[in-house]
C-alpha cells in the first residue's frame, strides 16, 4: 500500500517539498519561538496569501507571490525603528498587527480582483499537496539551501542576541542587522511553509516542532536537531494521512503537531515532579 | 601612579533626547581596582557604565577606556548590564549562556574542521568550565537558565562576562533584586575576581554598605556633578551636601556601616532604568 504512494508523482513531489519545508522551518522556528517572535512569524506567512492571490490575479507562478510579499514584509517589520538597546520588540506588535490586517485585506481584494472562481483559495489558506511542479520543489529547494547557510553563518551571534542584546551589542555584535536579517529569513521560511500548510497554518511547521523540542532539551544544538526530526516526521505524517484519509494536509500536520507538543510538555511536567518527590528530603 | 588607568573621564557630558544626563564628569579608575558608582535613582550611573562601553557618545569633554576610546576596547571588557532576571521559560542552559561570553561574537559556520578550529574549540570549553568553576556554578550550569534562582543567574552571568579574560569588568547594579544573604555572596566573589584575576571593576551600586570593606574607591555622581576618591574621603556630609545642592548628613554606624539622612527622595525627572532614557 505505502508502495503505491511512492509511485503515484504528484505524491514524491508532496513528500520532497514537505521535507525541504520542514528541514529549513525547524531551526528556523526554534530561534523564532526562542525570540518570542512568533506574531511576526504568523504575519509573514499570512502576508504570503495575498502574494500568491495577487500573483495569480496578475497570471505570474503564485510561488513568486509568496516568496515577494514575505521577504518585502520582513524587511518593513525590519525597518522600523526600535526604541534603544536592550529595549526588546516594544513598537513591534503594534506595527506587525496593522501589516497582517492589511495584507489579508488585500489579499480579499485580488481574489475580487481575479474575479473567477479562484478554487485555490482554500489551498492559499488551508494547505494543499495537490499539484506541487517539479519547478516548485527546485525552487523551494534552492531557496531552504540559501536560508540555511545564511542561518548557520550567523547562528551563534543570533542566539546572543536574542538571549542578551545588551550584552551582544557591547561585544561589539551588530544586533539590529542580525535581528533585521534574522526576519527576513524567517520571511522566506514562512513563505515555504505556506506552500504546503497553507498561509494561516504554517505554525504547524514553523511553531510546533520548535516549541517540541525546546521542551525536550535545553541544549541549543541538539534542539536544532530536534526540531528538523519532529519537522520532517509531522510533514511525513501529515501528507502520508491526508493521502489515505483525505482530510485536509493542514489539518494533518497540525494534529500530529499538536499530539506531540501535548506529549513533550506533560512528560516533562512529569518528570520534574517526579525529579522533586525524589529529591525532597525525607 | 605608573601604569595609565583603566577607565578615565575629563569634563565628560552625555545628553540623551536633547536631555543632558550629567556633565563635567572627571573621574579616573587605576588598573586593578575595584571601584563602586554610587549616586540616587535616575542620575545616569548606567549611563556612565554605557558611556565608557561606547554604546552612548560622550556630548562633551573625553574619555580613556584601557587606552582606547570607548567602543574600541569592547573584546576586553566583561559586561553585566542591569536586569531583573531571565524569562522563567527561557529554554537555554546556565552553560550555554556562559558559552556566548566566549564564541557568541564569532560570524560563521563554527564547525569544527581542521586541527586550529578543534583546538581553539577545546580551549573554549576549558575556559568555560574553568570560570563556571571560578564562580562555583557547577552544580546548575546544565539546567535552564530562566529555572534558578536570580543569586545564581547572576554568577553565570559573571562567568559569562569572564570567559574572554577581560581587563576590565563593568557590572550594572549585579546586587540589585538578590537577598541579603546572596548579596555578600556575590560582592565577596566579585572582589575576590578583582584581587585573584587582576581585573579592574566598575561596578555601579545602589547601597555601598555590602561592598564598603573590599572598596578600593568609590565614584558619587548626583545632578551636581560627580566627586571619587577612597570612601571614607568621598561619602561625607559636606561632599554629599554639595553634590544633592541640599544639606545631606553622613553617618557612620559602629560596625562601620555609613548612612546617609536627608537626601531627597526619588528625583522629579525618571528615567527607563534600563535604557537610561527619559521615560
Known amino acids: 500500500m505505502m508502495g503505491g504512494l511512492f509511485s503515484l508523482h504528484f505524491m514524491v513531489n508532496a513528500l520532497e517539498a514537505g521535507t525541504i519545508v520542514a528541514v529549513v522551518a525547524g531551526p528556523m522556528g526554534w530561534f523564532m519561538v526562542l525570540r518570542r517572535q512568533s506574531f511576526a512569524?504568523?504575519?509573514?506567512?499570512?502576508?504570503?496569501?495575498?502574494?500568491?492571490?495577487?500573483?495569480?490575479?496578475?497570471?505570474?507562478?503564485?510561488?513568486?507571490?509568496?516568496f515577494a510579499a514575505s521577504v518585502a514584509t520582513a524587511m518593513v517589520i525590519a525597518a522600523v525603528p526600535r526604541a534603544a538597546i536592550g529595549d526588546r520588540y516594544s513598537e513591534e506588535s503594534a506595527v506587525i498587527g496593522i501589516v497582517q490586517a492589511f495584507a489579508l485585506a488585500c489579499g480579499v481584494l485580488f481574489v475580487g480582483l481575479y474575479g473567477g472562481f479562484l478554487n485555490s483559495l482554500t489551498a492559499l489558506l488551508f494547505g494543499t499537496f495537490l499539484g506541487i511542479s517539479d519547478w516548485e520543489v527546485r525552487v523551494l529547494l534552492a531557496v531552504a539551501v540559501v536560508v540555511l547557510v545564511a542561518l548557520a553563518g550567523m547562528?551563534?551571534?543570533?542566539?546572543?542576541?536574542?538571549?542578551?542584546?545588551?550584552?551582544?551589542?557591547?561585544?561589539?555584535?551588530?544586533?539590529?542587522?542580525?535581528?533585521?536579517?534574522?526576519?527576513?529569513?524567517?520571511?522566506?521560511?514562512?513563505?515555504e511553509a505556506s506552500q504546503i500548510t497553507g498561509a494561516l497554518l504554517v505554525f504547524a511547521l514553523l511553531v510546533m516542532p520548535a516549541a517540541t523540542a525546546q521542551q525536550l532539551t535545553p541544549r541549543p544544538a541538539l534542539g536544532?536537531?530536534?526540531?528538523?526530526?519532529?519537522?520532517?516526521?509531522?510533514?511525513?505524517?501529515?501528507l502520508v494521512v491526508a493521502y489515505f484519509t483525505d482530510y485536509p494536509v493542514g489539518f494533518t500536520v497540525t494534529s500530529i503537531g499538536i499530539v506531540a507538543l501535548a506529549g513533550a510538555t506533560g512528560g516533562r511536567a512529569l518528570a520534574e515532579s517526579t525529579r522533586r518527590i525524589r529529591t525532597r528530603p525525607a | 601612579m605608573a601604569q595609565a588607568p583603566a577607565l578615565s573621564f575629563e569634563k565628560a557630558a552625555v545628553s540623551l533626547g536633547g536631555k543632558t544626563i550629567w556633565s563635567d564628569v572627571t573621574l579616573s579608575v587605576a588598573t586593578g581596582e575595584f571601584v563602586a558608582v554610587l549616586g540616587p535613582n535616575g542620575v545616569g550611573k548606567s549611563t556612565?557604565?554605557?558611556?565608557?562601553?561606547?554604546?552612548?557618545?560622550?556630548?562633551?569633554?573625553?574619555?580613556v577606556v584601557l587606552g582606547r576610546p570607548p567602543g574600541d576596547a569592547g573584546r576586553d571588557i566583561g559586561y553585566l548590564p542591569q536586569r531583573r532576571s531571565f524569562d522563567p521559560h527561557l529554554r537555554v542552559r546556565g552553560v550555554d549562556i556562559?558559552?556566548?561570553?566566549?564564541?557568541?561574537?564569532?560570524?560563521?559556520?563554527?564547525?569544527?574542521?581542521?586541527?586550529?578550529?578543534?583546538?581553539?574549540?577545546?580551549?573554549?570549553?576549558?575556559?568555560?568550565?574553568?570560570?563556571?568553576?571560578?564562580?562555583?556554578?557547577?552544580d546548575y550550569a546544565g539546567r535552564p537558565i530562566g529555572q534558578v534562582s536570580g543569586g545564581e543567574q547572576q554568577r553565570l552571568l559573571i562567568a559569562q562576562a569572564l570567559v574572554r579574560k577581560p581587563a576590565l569588568l563593568l557590572l550594572d547594579e549585579p546586587l540589585d533584586s538578590l537577598d541579603l544573604p546572596n548579596q555578600a555572596a556575590v560582592s565577596g566573589l566579585i572582589s575576590r575576581i578583582c584581587l585573584q584575576q587582576g581585573v579592574t571593576v566598575v561596578m555601579v551600586a545602589h547601597d555601598v554598605n555590602p561592598i564598603l570593606s573590599a572598596l578600593d574607591s568609590v565614584v558619587y555622581i548626583a545632578r551636581g556633578g560627580a566627586v571619587s576618591g577612597k570612601p571614607t574621603e568621598v561619602i561625607t556630609s559636606s561632599n554629599l551636601s554639595r553634590l544633592y545642592e541640599t544639606p545631606v548628613e553622613v553617618l557612620r554606624t559602629s560596625d562601620g556601616r555609613l548612612v546617609v539622612v536627608g537626601q531627597p527622595e526619588a528625583p522629579a525627572h525618571h528615567y527607563d532604568r534600563h535604557t537610561g532614557l527619559p521615560r
Open chain 1, 41 to 66: 512569524g504568523h504575519t509573514l506567512a499570512v502576508v504570503s496569501f495575498p502574494g500568491a492571490a495577487g500573483a495569480i490575479w496578475l497570471g505570474i507562478s503564485p510561488t513568486f507571490g509568496y
Open chain 1, 155 to 191: 547562528g551563534r551571534p543570533l542566539l546572543f542576541c536574542s538571549i542578551d542584546p545588551a550584552v551582544a551589542s557591547a561585544r561589539g555584535v551588530p544586533v539590529r542587522l542580525v535581528s533585521g536579517a534574522f526576519l527576513i529569513l524567517l520571511g522566506a521560511a514562512a513563505a
Open chain 1, 224 to 238: 536544532l536537531v530536534l526540531s528538523v526530526v519532529l519537522g520532517v516526521t509531522f510533514a511525513w505524517g501529515g
Open chain 2, 48 to 63: 556612565l557604565v554605557k558611556a565608557a562601553l561606547g554604546l552612548y557618545p560622550l556630548s562633551a569633554g573625553r574619555a
Open chain 2, 98 to 138: 556562559v558559552r556566548l561570553g566566549a564564541d557568541g561574537h564569532r560570524f560563521g559556520m563554527g564547525l569544527p574542521v581542521g586541527s586550529r578550529r578543534r583546538a581553539g574549540r577545546r580551549l573554549d570549553r576549558a575556559r568555560v568550565e574553568e570560570v563556571i568553576e571560578l564562580v562555583g556554578a557547577g
